[in-house]
Protein backbone atom coordinates (compact mmCIF):
# COMPACT_ATOMS: atom_id res chain seq x y z
CA UNK A 1 0.00 0.00 0.00
CA UNK A 2 1.66 3.48 -1.51
CA UNK A 3 1.78 6.21 1.15
CA UNK A 4 -0.63 8.26 -1.56
CA UNK A 5 -3.02 5.73 -1.52
CA UNK A 6 -3.38 6.07 2.80
CA UNK A 7 -3.36 10.03 2.96
CA UNK A 8 -6.81 11.10 3.00
CA UNK A 9 -8.19 13.32 -0.46
CA UNK A 10 -10.23 14.87 1.41
CA UNK A 11 -9.92 17.14 4.43
CA UNK A 12 -12.10 15.93 7.33
CA UNK A 13 -12.90 19.68 8.74
CA UNK A 14 -14.22 20.55 5.44
CA UNK A 15 -17.93 19.23 6.08
CA UNK A 16 -19.01 15.37 5.67
CA UNK A 17 -17.71 12.50 7.22
CA UNK A 18 -14.40 10.59 6.12
CA UNK A 19 -14.17 7.91 3.24
CA UNK A 20 -13.57 4.59 4.63
CA UNK A 21 -9.57 4.57 3.45
CA UNK A 22 -10.10 1.27 2.29
CA UNK A 23 -13.12 -0.66 0.46
CA UNK A 24 -14.97 -3.22 2.09
CA UNK A 25 -13.98 -5.61 -0.47
CA UNK A 26 -10.16 -4.91 0.32
CA UNK A 27 -10.69 -4.28 4.29
CA UNK A 28 -12.43 -7.53 4.79
CA UNK A 29 -9.52 -9.97 4.11
CA UNK A 30 -7.06 -7.50 5.30
CA UNK A 31 -8.14 -7.90 9.11
CA UNK A 32 -8.27 -11.75 8.23
CA UNK A 33 -4.14 -11.22 8.02
CA UNK A 34 -4.30 -8.49 10.52
CA UNK A 35 -5.52 -11.33 12.99
CA UNK A 36 -3.23 -14.34 11.71
CA UNK A 37 -0.49 -12.04 11.74
CA UNK A 38 -0.90 -10.92 15.40
CA UNK A 39 -0.86 -14.66 16.10
CA UNK A 40 2.15 -14.98 15.06
CA UNK A 41 3.39 -12.34 17.77
CA UNK A 42 2.58 -15.35 20.57
CA UNK A 43 4.24 -18.46 21.61
CA UNK A 44 4.86 -20.84 19.81
CA UNK A 45 6.33 -18.64 17.15
CA UNK A 46 7.17 -15.43 19.70
CA UNK A 47 8.05 -13.25 17.21
CA UNK A 48 7.22 -10.23 19.10
CA UNK A 49 7.83 -7.57 15.80
CA UNK A 50 4.82 -9.18 14.13
CA UNK A 51 2.00 -7.26 16.48
CA UNK A 52 3.16 -3.94 15.15
CA UNK A 53 2.36 -4.09 11.44
CA UNK A 54 -0.64 -6.45 12.72
CA UNK A 55 -2.24 -3.79 15.13
CA UNK A 56 -1.17 -1.02 12.18
CA UNK A 57 -3.32 -3.65 9.60
CA UNK A 58 -6.09 -3.95 12.08
CA UNK A 59 -6.37 -0.39 12.83
CA UNK A 60 -6.25 1.20 8.48
CA UNK A 61 -9.11 -1.98 7.77
CA UNK A 62 -11.20 0.57 10.63
CA UNK A 63 -10.57 3.85 9.65
CA UNK A 64 -13.41 5.70 7.54
CA UNK A 65 -15.89 2.58 8.39
CA UNK A 66 -19.50 2.88 9.42
CA UNK A 67 -21.26 0.87 11.85
CA UNK A 68 -22.18 -1.72 10.54
CA UNK A 69 -18.71 -2.28 8.19
CA UNK A 70 -17.00 -2.06 11.37
CA UNK A 71 -18.62 -4.51 13.12
CA UNK A 72 -17.75 -7.18 10.45
CA UNK A 73 -13.97 -5.90 10.07
CA UNK A 74 -13.84 -6.54 13.43
CA UNK A 75 -15.53 -9.10 13.85
CA UNK A 76 -13.28 -11.08 10.64
CA UNK A 77 -10.24 -9.75 12.51
CA UNK A 78 -11.39 -11.11 16.00
CA UNK A 79 -12.36 -14.36 14.90
CA UNK A 80 -8.95 -14.86 12.45
CA UNK A 81 -6.88 -13.93 15.69
CA UNK A 82 -8.89 -16.05 18.47
CA UNK A 83 -9.96 -19.14 16.48
CA UNK A 84 -6.00 -20.21 16.01
CA UNK A 85 -4.57 -18.89 19.01
CA UNK A 86 -7.37 -20.63 21.47
CA UNK A 87 -6.82 -23.70 19.38
CA UNK A 88 -5.20 -25.31 22.35
CA UNK A 89 -8.92 -25.26 23.83
CA UNK A 90 -10.30 -28.06 21.40
CA UNK A 91 -7.43 -30.65 22.21
CA UNK A 92 -9.71 -32.67 24.33
CA UNK A 93 -13.26 -31.32 24.51
CA UNK A 94 -13.44 -30.76 20.80
CA UNK A 95 -14.50 -27.83 18.58
CA UNK A 96 -17.72 -26.80 20.67
CA UNK A 97 -16.18 -25.19 23.47
CA UNK A 98 -13.45 -23.34 20.73
CA UNK A 99 -15.78 -22.41 18.44
CA UNK A 100 -18.01 -20.82 21.40
CA UNK A 101 -15.28 -19.14 23.11
CA UNK A 102 -13.59 -17.79 19.91
CA UNK A 103 -16.64 -16.63 18.49
CA UNK A 104 -17.65 -15.13 21.69
CA UNK A 105 -14.56 -13.22 21.95
CA UNK A 106 -14.44 -12.24 17.92
CA UNK A 107 -17.88 -10.93 18.74
CA UNK A 108 -16.78 -8.70 21.74
CA UNK A 109 -13.99 -7.39 19.22
CA UNK A 110 -16.74 -6.61 16.45
CA UNK A 111 -18.70 -4.41 19.47
CA UNK A 112 -15.81 -2.48 20.82
CA UNK A 113 -14.01 -2.28 17.13
CA UNK A 114 -17.14 0.59 16.47
CA UNK A 115 -15.40 3.05 18.89
CA UNK A 116 -12.32 2.92 17.33
CA UNK A 117 -14.43 3.39 13.83
CA UNK A 118 -16.10 6.75 15.42
CA UNK A 119 -12.72 8.18 16.50
CA UNK A 120 -11.39 7.36 13.18
CA UNK A 121 -14.71 9.65 12.54
CA UNK A 122 -15.03 12.10 14.42
CA UNK A 123 -11.71 13.56 15.72
CA UNK A 124 -10.10 14.81 11.88
CA UNK A 125 -13.33 16.80 11.85
CA UNK A 126 -12.92 18.67 14.98
CA UNK A 127 -8.83 18.53 15.71
CA UNK A 128 -8.00 18.60 11.91
CA UNK A 129 -4.18 20.21 12.64
CA UNK A 130 -1.16 18.26 13.60
CA UNK A 131 -1.32 17.79 17.54
CA UNK A 132 -5.03 16.42 16.50
CA UNK A 133 -4.23 13.95 13.96
CA UNK A 134 -0.45 12.99 15.19
CA UNK A 135 -1.07 12.72 18.67
CA UNK A 136 -4.49 12.98 20.15
CA UNK A 137 -6.16 10.93 18.06
CA UNK A 138 -3.68 8.37 18.27
CA UNK A 139 -3.36 8.40 21.91
CA UNK A 140 -7.75 8.27 22.11
CA UNK A 141 -7.31 5.08 19.92
CA UNK A 142 -4.59 3.58 20.96
CA UNK A 143 -6.76 3.82 24.48
CA UNK A 144 -10.19 2.56 22.55
CA UNK A 145 -7.81 -0.37 21.62
CA UNK A 146 -7.00 -0.97 25.20
CA UNK A 147 -10.28 -0.84 27.16
CA UNK A 148 -11.53 -3.77 23.88
CA UNK A 149 -8.58 -5.75 26.05
CA UNK A 150 -10.01 -4.95 29.03
CA UNK A 151 -13.58 -5.51 28.63
CA UNK A 152 -13.06 -8.86 26.93
CA UNK A 153 -10.83 -9.65 30.30
CA UNK A 154 -13.27 -8.82 32.44
CA UNK A 155 -16.70 -10.06 30.47
CA UNK A 156 -18.88 -11.90 30.98
CA UNK A 157 -18.19 -14.77 33.98
CA UNK A 158 -14.84 -12.92 34.72
CA UNK A 159 -13.24 -12.54 31.32
CA UNK A 160 -10.65 -14.00 29.69
CA UNK A 161 -7.63 -11.81 29.13
CA UNK A 162 -5.46 -14.13 26.97
CA UNK A 163 -4.03 -12.39 24.17
CA UNK A 164 -2.87 -8.94 25.53
CA UNK A 165 -0.54 -7.02 23.04
CA UNK A 166 1.77 -6.16 26.22
CA UNK A 167 2.37 -10.29 26.68
CA UNK A 168 3.30 -10.36 22.87
CA UNK A 169 6.01 -7.92 23.75
CA UNK A 170 7.74 -10.09 26.42
CA UNK A 171 10.83 -11.34 24.51
CA UNK A 172 11.19 -8.42 22.49
CA UNK A 173 13.55 -4.15 23.68
CA UNK A 174 10.06 -2.57 25.48
CA UNK A 175 8.98 -5.53 28.11
CA UNK A 176 10.82 -3.75 30.94
CA UNK A 177 8.46 -1.26 30.30
CA UNK A 178 5.79 -3.02 31.90
CA UNK A 179 7.44 -2.56 35.21
CA UNK A 180 6.31 1.58 35.12
CA UNK A 181 2.83 0.47 33.13
CA UNK A 182 1.71 -2.75 33.50
CA UNK A 183 0.30 -4.63 30.80
CA UNK A 184 -2.01 -2.59 29.85
CA UNK A 185 -0.07 0.09 29.57
CA UNK A 186 2.41 -1.49 27.45
CA UNK A 187 -0.80 -2.60 24.89
CA UNK A 188 -1.52 0.87 25.34
CA UNK A 189 2.13 2.37 23.67
CA UNK A 190 2.55 -0.62 21.39
CA UNK A 191 -1.23 0.58 19.60
CA UNK A 192 -0.02 4.23 20.18
CA UNK A 193 2.89 3.73 18.42
CA UNK A 194 1.12 1.72 15.44
CA UNK A 195 -1.57 4.65 15.47
CA UNK A 196 0.53 7.29 14.93
CA UNK A 197 2.82 5.66 12.31
CA UNK A 198 -0.53 5.59 10.17
CA UNK A 199 -1.63 9.58 10.77
CA UNK A 200 1.86 10.47 9.77
CA UNK A 201 1.45 9.01 6.73
CA UNK A 202 -2.18 9.71 6.34
CA UNK A 203 -1.45 13.38 7.25
CA UNK A 204 -1.37 16.01 4.49
CA UNK A 205 -0.76 19.30 6.35
CA UNK A 206 -1.42 23.25 4.75
CA UNK A 207 1.63 24.37 3.31
CA UNK A 208 2.10 26.56 6.61
CA UNK A 209 2.08 23.85 8.98
CA UNK A 210 4.56 21.48 6.66
CA UNK A 211 7.27 22.30 9.04
CA UNK A 212 5.17 21.44 12.34
CA UNK A 213 4.56 18.34 10.55
CA UNK A 214 7.49 17.00 9.33
CA UNK A 215 9.00 17.87 13.07
CA UNK A 216 6.14 15.90 14.56
CA UNK A 217 6.64 12.52 11.82
CA UNK A 218 9.49 12.07 13.48
CA UNK A 219 7.91 11.63 17.20
CA UNK A 220 6.69 7.84 16.73
CA UNK A 221 10.53 7.04 15.84
CA UNK A 222 11.69 8.99 19.40
CA UNK A 223 9.16 7.23 20.95
CA UNK A 224 10.42 3.70 19.96
CA UNK A 225 13.63 4.65 20.99
CA UNK A 226 12.63 5.86 24.15
CA UNK A 227 10.42 3.00 24.55
CA UNK A 228 13.71 0.64 24.13
CA UNK A 229 15.60 2.55 26.11
CA UNK A 230 13.40 2.42 29.40
CA UNK A 231 15.37 0.26 31.86
CA UNK A 232 13.41 -2.20 34.22
CA UNK A 233 12.14 -0.64 37.28
CA UNK A 234 14.37 -1.55 40.36
CA UNK A 235 13.42 -3.81 43.04
CA UNK A 236 15.49 -3.93 46.55
CA UNK A 237 17.29 -7.09 46.87
CA UNK A 238 16.30 -9.07 49.80
CA UNK A 239 18.28 -12.10 49.36
CA UNK A 240 17.36 -16.00 48.48
CA UNK A 241 15.48 -18.62 48.58
CA UNK A 242 16.14 -21.97 47.60
CA UNK A 243 13.57 -23.65 46.20
CA UNK A 244 12.93 -27.00 45.23
CA UNK A 245 10.28 -28.02 42.78
CA UNK A 246 8.62 -31.14 41.40
CA UNK A 247 7.45 -31.94 37.53
CA UNK A 248 5.99 -35.31 37.97
CA UNK A 249 4.64 -35.76 34.60
CA UNK A 250 1.76 -37.97 36.23
CA UNK A 251 -1.94 -38.91 34.64
CA UNK A 252 -3.00 -35.37 35.86
CA UNK A 253 -5.21 -34.56 32.62
CA UNK A 254 -8.76 -34.63 32.97
CA UNK A 255 -9.60 -37.64 30.90
CA UNK A 256 -6.06 -39.58 31.55
CA UNK A 257 -6.61 -43.00 33.23
CA UNK A 258 -5.14 -43.24 36.86
CA UNK A 259 -5.65 -45.02 39.64
CA UNK A 260 -6.43 -43.41 42.60
CA UNK A 261 -3.81 -41.35 43.89
CA UNK A 262 -1.40 -42.09 40.64
CA UNK A 263 -0.41 -38.31 40.49
CA UNK A 264 0.57 -38.07 44.12
CA UNK A 265 2.49 -41.20 43.51
CA UNK A 266 4.31 -39.70 40.27
CA UNK A 267 5.21 -36.73 42.28
CA UNK A 268 6.41 -38.26 45.03
CA UNK A 269 8.77 -40.69 42.94
CA UNK A 270 10.34 -37.20 41.20
CA UNK A 271 10.96 -35.28 44.15
CA UNK A 272 13.15 -38.82 45.29
CA UNK A 273 16.01 -37.28 44.40
CA UNK A 274 15.70 -34.16 46.48
CA UNK A 275 15.68 -36.14 49.56
CA UNK A 276 18.44 -34.60 51.38
CA UNK A 277 19.34 -31.74 49.93
CA UNK A 278 19.25 -28.13 51.46
CA UNK A 279 16.80 -26.16 50.25
CA UNK A 280 14.16 -23.83 52.16
CA UNK A 281 10.81 -24.98 50.49
CA UNK A 282 9.53 -27.77 48.29
CA UNK A 283 7.19 -26.75 45.47
CA UNK A 284 4.77 -29.41 43.89
CA UNK A 285 1.97 -27.93 41.11
CA UNK A 286 -1.57 -27.44 40.79
CA UNK A 287 -3.64 -30.43 40.99
CA UNK A 288 -0.11 -32.76 42.22
CA UNK A 289 -2.03 -33.94 44.71
CA UNK A 290 -5.00 -35.74 44.04
CA UNK A 291 -6.95 -36.19 46.95
CA UNK A 292 -8.05 -33.82 49.73
CA UNK A 293 -5.45 -33.40 52.62
CA UNK A 294 -7.82 -31.65 55.10
CA UNK A 295 -10.00 -34.64 55.03
CA UNK A 296 -7.43 -37.66 54.23
CA UNK A 297 -5.81 -38.50 56.90
CA UNK A 298 -2.91 -41.17 54.78
CA UNK A 299 -2.26 -38.46 52.49
CA UNK A 300 -1.74 -36.03 55.57
CA UNK A 301 0.86 -38.40 56.74
CA UNK A 302 2.83 -38.79 53.31
CA UNK A 303 2.89 -35.02 52.56
CA UNK A 304 4.24 -34.84 56.70
CA UNK A 305 6.53 -37.55 56.25
CA UNK A 306 7.83 -36.14 52.78
CA UNK A 307 8.50 -32.78 54.44
CA UNK A 308 10.23 -34.54 57.34
CA UNK A 309 12.30 -36.07 54.87
CA UNK A 310 13.32 -32.84 53.20
CA UNK A 311 13.37 -30.67 56.21
CA UNK A 312 11.24 -27.88 54.25
CA UNK A 313 7.94 -27.05 54.09
CA UNK A 314 5.82 -28.29 51.23
CA UNK A 315 3.67 -25.94 49.21
CA UNK A 316 1.08 -28.08 47.43
CA UNK A 317 -2.31 -27.99 45.15
CA UNK A 318 -4.79 -29.39 45.93
CA UNK A 319 -8.78 -29.90 46.15
CA UNK A 320 -10.05 -28.89 48.89
CA UNK A 321 -13.99 -28.94 50.68
CA UNK A 322 -14.92 -26.88 53.22
CA UNK A 323 -19.10 -28.02 54.20
CA UNK A 324 -20.56 -27.97 50.48
CA UNK A 325 -18.37 -25.67 48.82
CA UNK A 326 -15.02 -27.43 46.34
CA UNK A 327 -11.91 -25.39 46.11
CA UNK A 328 -9.13 -25.38 44.38
CA UNK A 329 -6.23 -24.97 47.15
CA UNK A 330 -2.25 -23.72 47.34
CA UNK A 331 -1.73 -24.87 50.82
CA UNK A 332 1.75 -24.91 53.12
CA UNK A 333 2.14 -28.27 54.53
CA UNK A 334 4.93 -29.39 57.51
CA UNK A 335 5.76 -32.40 59.50
CA UNK A 336 3.25 -31.14 62.23
CA UNK A 337 0.67 -30.90 59.43
CA UNK A 338 -0.94 -27.61 57.36
CA UNK A 339 0.75 -24.27 58.77
CA UNK A 340 -1.00 -20.80 57.71
CA UNK A 341 -3.85 -19.83 55.58
CA UNK A 342 -5.11 -21.62 52.38
CA UNK A 343 -5.22 -19.57 49.12
CA UNK A 344 -8.02 -20.95 46.97
CA UNK A 345 -8.36 -19.81 43.22
CA UNK A 346 -9.64 -16.31 42.81
CA UNK A 347 -10.43 -17.46 39.08
CA UNK A 348 -12.14 -20.97 38.45
CA UNK A 349 -12.11 -21.37 34.60
CA UNK A 350 -16.35 -20.86 33.32
CA UNK A 351 -17.36 -24.15 31.77
CA UNK A 352 -13.57 -25.77 32.74
CA UNK A 353 -14.04 -26.09 36.48
CA UNK A 354 -17.83 -24.45 36.83
CA UNK A 355 -20.13 -24.23 35.10
CA UNK A 356 -22.10 -20.48 35.04
CA UNK A 357 -25.88 -20.64 34.88
CA UNK A 358 -26.06 -24.37 34.43
CA UNK A 359 -29.46 -24.63 34.02
CA UNK A 360 -29.33 -22.32 31.15
CA UNK A 361 -26.52 -23.54 28.90
CA UNK A 362 -27.06 -27.26 29.60
CA UNK A 363 -29.69 -27.79 26.64
CA UNK A 364 -27.13 -26.63 24.44
CA UNK A 365 -24.64 -29.15 24.97
CA UNK A 366 -25.75 -31.63 27.48
CA UNK A 367 -22.42 -33.75 27.19
CA UNK A 368 -20.39 -31.17 27.49
CA UNK A 369 -21.97 -30.02 30.49
CA UNK A 370 -22.35 -32.84 31.78
CA UNK A 371 -18.57 -33.89 31.36
CA UNK A 372 -17.81 -30.73 34.12
CA UNK A 373 -19.17 -32.45 37.32
CA UNK A 374 -17.26 -30.21 39.94
CA UNK A 375 -17.95 -26.67 40.98
CA UNK A 376 -15.21 -24.65 42.43
CA UNK A 377 -16.04 -21.39 44.49
CA UNK A 378 -13.97 -18.93 43.90
CA UNK A 379 -11.27 -18.02 46.59
CA UNK A 380 -11.60 -14.58 48.78
CA UNK A 381 -8.35 -14.94 50.55
CA UNK A 382 -4.62 -12.89 50.23
CA UNK A 383 -2.29 -14.45 47.38
CA UNK A 384 0.25 -14.77 49.72
CA UNK A 385 1.81 -17.56 51.42
CA UNK A 386 3.94 -17.22 54.75
CA UNK A 387 6.55 -19.62 54.59
CA UNK A 388 8.99 -19.55 57.14
CA UNK A 389 9.34 -15.53 57.19
CA UNK A 390 9.28 -15.04 53.34
CA UNK A 391 6.17 -13.81 51.60
CA UNK A 392 5.54 -16.04 48.68
CA UNK A 393 2.50 -14.74 46.23
CA UNK A 394 0.39 -17.30 44.77
CA UNK A 395 -1.34 -17.56 41.55
CA UNK A 396 -2.95 -20.78 40.35
CA UNK A 397 -3.05 -21.63 36.58
CA UNK A 398 -5.30 -19.23 34.55
CA UNK A 399 -5.02 -16.90 38.11
CA UNK A 400 -1.85 -15.73 36.43
CA UNK A 401 -3.23 -13.59 33.12
CA UNK A 402 -5.56 -11.97 36.11
CA UNK A 403 -3.78 -8.51 36.94
CA UNK A 404 -5.66 -8.44 40.22
CA UNK A 405 -4.02 -11.44 41.79
CA UNK A 406 -0.38 -10.85 41.07
CA UNK A 407 -1.38 -7.04 41.86
CA UNK A 408 -2.63 -8.11 45.03
CA UNK A 409 0.36 -10.38 45.91
CA UNK A 410 2.94 -7.49 46.01
CA UNK A 411 0.92 -5.41 47.92
CA UNK A 412 0.58 -8.31 50.39
CA UNK A 413 4.32 -8.36 50.76
CA UNK A 414 5.67 -11.35 48.53
CA UNK A 415 9.19 -11.27 47.33
CA UNK A 416 8.61 -14.18 44.74
CA UNK A 417 6.43 -15.82 43.17
CA UNK A 418 5.21 -19.51 43.26
CA UNK A 419 2.61 -20.43 40.27
CA UNK A 420 1.36 -23.95 40.11
CA UNK A 421 -0.72 -24.77 36.60
CA UNK A 422 -1.46 -27.82 35.02
CA UNK A 423 -1.46 -27.91 31.85
CA UNK A 424 -2.29 -31.45 31.63
CA UNK A 425 -5.24 -31.27 28.88
CA UNK A 426 -3.42 -29.02 26.34
CA UNK A 427 -0.70 -31.68 26.19
CA UNK A 428 0.83 -31.19 22.40
CA UNK A 429 -0.51 -27.49 21.86
CA UNK A 430 1.15 -23.78 22.24
CA UNK A 431 -0.82 -23.12 25.87
CA UNK A 432 2.32 -23.85 28.09
CA UNK A 433 4.00 -21.56 26.74
CA UNK A 434 1.45 -18.88 26.36
CA UNK A 435 0.80 -19.25 29.85
CA UNK A 436 4.72 -19.10 30.48
CA UNK A 437 4.57 -15.51 28.52
CA UNK A 438 2.20 -14.24 31.40
CA UNK A 439 4.97 -15.36 33.85
CA UNK A 440 7.61 -13.88 31.87
CA UNK A 441 5.87 -10.73 31.82
CA UNK A 442 4.21 -10.93 35.44
CA UNK A 443 8.02 -11.31 36.78
CA UNK A 444 9.29 -8.06 35.05
CA UNK A 445 5.83 -6.30 35.93
CA UNK A 446 6.43 -6.82 39.58
CA UNK A 447 10.72 -7.14 39.71
CA UNK A 448 10.18 -10.35 41.74
CA UNK A 449 11.76 -14.04 40.42
CA UNK A 450 8.84 -16.37 39.59
CA UNK A 451 8.96 -20.37 39.67
CA UNK A 452 6.28 -21.43 37.05
CA UNK A 453 5.51 -24.97 37.86
CA UNK A 454 3.26 -27.22 36.04
CA UNK A 455 2.63 -30.36 36.62
CA UNK A 456 3.93 -32.14 32.77
CA UNK A 457 5.54 -28.80 31.96
CA UNK A 458 6.99 -26.47 30.42
CA UNK A 459 8.47 -25.56 34.09
CA UNK A 460 10.70 -22.39 34.31
CA UNK A 461 12.57 -20.60 37.26
CA UNK A 462 12.39 -16.87 35.91
CA UNK A 463 14.43 -14.26 37.15
CA UNK A 464 12.85 -11.04 38.00
CA UNK A 465 14.17 -9.34 34.50
CA UNK A 466 12.28 -11.95 32.51
CA UNK A 467 15.52 -14.19 32.25
CA UNK A 468 15.45 -17.87 32.56
CA UNK A 469 17.01 -19.34 35.57
CA UNK A 470 16.39 -23.06 35.52
CA UNK A 471 13.82 -25.02 33.36
CA UNK A 472 12.35 -28.33 32.45
CA UNK A 473 11.28 -29.70 29.28
CA UNK A 474 7.78 -30.48 28.72
CA UNK A 475 6.25 -34.35 29.36
CA UNK A 476 8.83 -34.92 31.80
CA UNK A 477 9.50 -36.21 34.97
CA UNK A 478 12.12 -34.63 36.95
CA UNK A 479 13.09 -31.49 39.35
CA UNK A 480 14.63 -27.83 39.67
CA UNK A 481 16.71 -26.78 42.56
CA UNK A 482 17.43 -22.96 42.48
CA UNK A 483 18.84 -20.43 44.76
CA UNK A 484 15.86 -18.06 43.83
CA UNK A 485 16.50 -14.18 44.44
CA UNK A 486 14.18 -12.36 46.56
CA UNK A 487 13.11 -8.62 46.27
CA UNK A 488 11.09 -5.91 47.92
CA UNK A 489 9.54 -2.54 46.96
CA UNK A 490 7.05 -2.37 44.86
CA UNK A 491 7.11 -1.15 40.82
CA UNK A 492 5.15 1.62 39.99
CA UNK A 493 2.98 -0.98 38.04
CA UNK A 494 2.05 -2.31 40.43
CA UNK A 495 1.14 1.10 42.21
CA UNK A 496 -0.87 2.90 39.55
CA UNK A 497 -1.65 -0.34 37.64
CA UNK A 498 -5.42 0.18 38.58
CA UNK A 499 -5.15 3.94 38.07
CA UNK A 500 -3.71 3.14 34.59
CA UNK A 501 -6.39 1.05 33.40
CA UNK A 502 -9.27 2.80 35.24
CA UNK A 503 -8.14 6.16 33.11
CA UNK A 504 -7.54 4.24 29.57
CA UNK A 505 -10.97 2.49 29.66
CA UNK A 506 -13.03 5.23 31.18
CA UNK A 507 -10.96 8.17 30.26
CA UNK A 508 -11.23 6.75 26.65
CA UNK A 509 -15.06 6.08 26.81
CA UNK A 510 -15.15 10.02 28.32
CA UNK A 511 -13.00 11.16 25.68
CA UNK A 512 -15.04 9.52 22.55
CA UNK A 513 -18.57 11.17 24.11
CA UNK A 514 -17.12 14.54 23.84
CA UNK A 515 -15.93 14.48 21.07
CA UNK A 516 -18.93 12.59 19.40
CA UNK A 517 -20.94 15.82 21.06
CA UNK A 518 -18.68 18.50 19.86
CA UNK A 519 -19.47 16.82 16.14
CA UNK A 520 -23.21 16.64 16.98
CA UNK A 521 -23.51 20.37 17.94
CA UNK A 522 -21.00 21.47 15.10
CA UNK A 523 -23.36 19.67 12.41
CA UNK A 524 -26.69 21.55 14.57
CA UNK A 525 -24.78 24.58 14.26
CA UNK A 526 -24.13 24.30 10.02
CA UNK A 527 -27.90 23.36 9.50
CA UNK A 528 -29.28 26.27 10.98
CA UNK A 529 -30.56 29.26 8.53
CA UNK A 530 -29.33 32.11 8.93
CA UNK A 531 -31.42 35.33 9.54
CA UNK A 532 -32.67 37.41 6.94
CA UNK A 533 -31.02 40.46 6.46
CA UNK A 534 -32.79 43.50 6.64
CA UNK A 535 -34.72 45.94 9.14
CA UNK A 536 -37.11 42.92 10.14
CA UNK A 537 -40.75 44.17 11.95
Known amino acids: MSAASMTDRRPAAAGGAPRPLLR ?11 GLLLVSAYPALAWWPTAFPAVALALVTLIGRRFWSAVLVGFLFGAAFFSVNLLFTARYLG ?9 LEALLTAALAVPIALAYRWL ?4 PGAAGRLVVLPALVAALWTLREQVVGSWPYGGFPWGRIGVS ?9 ASWVGMSGLSFLVVLVCAAVIEVVRFRPTRERGRGRRLVAVAPAIA ?42 AQLAASSPLLGQDMDVLLWPEGGVDSDPTANTSTDAVLRELSRRVDAPLLISAVTARGSELFNSSLVWTADGQVGATYDKRHPVPFGEYVPDRAFWEPFAPDLIGLIGREYTPGTASPVADVNGVGVGLAICFDVIYDDVVWDGAND ?12 DFRGTDENLQQL ?12 AVVNLSTVGTSQVIAPDGSTLDALPIDTAGHM ?27 SLAGLMVAGVVVLLRRRGTTKTPPPEGDGV
Open 24 to 34: LAFAAPLSVVA
Open 95 to 103: PVPWLALSV
Open 124 to 127: PRIA
Open 169 to 177: QVNGPFAEV
Open 224 to 265: VLVLGAVPQFPTAEAGSMRVGAVQGNGPAGYFDQRARGAVLD
Open 413 to 424: GAEVYMFQTNNA
Open 437 to 448: AFAQMRAIETGR
Open 481 to 507: LTDVPLRTGLTPAVIIGPAVKLVLGWG
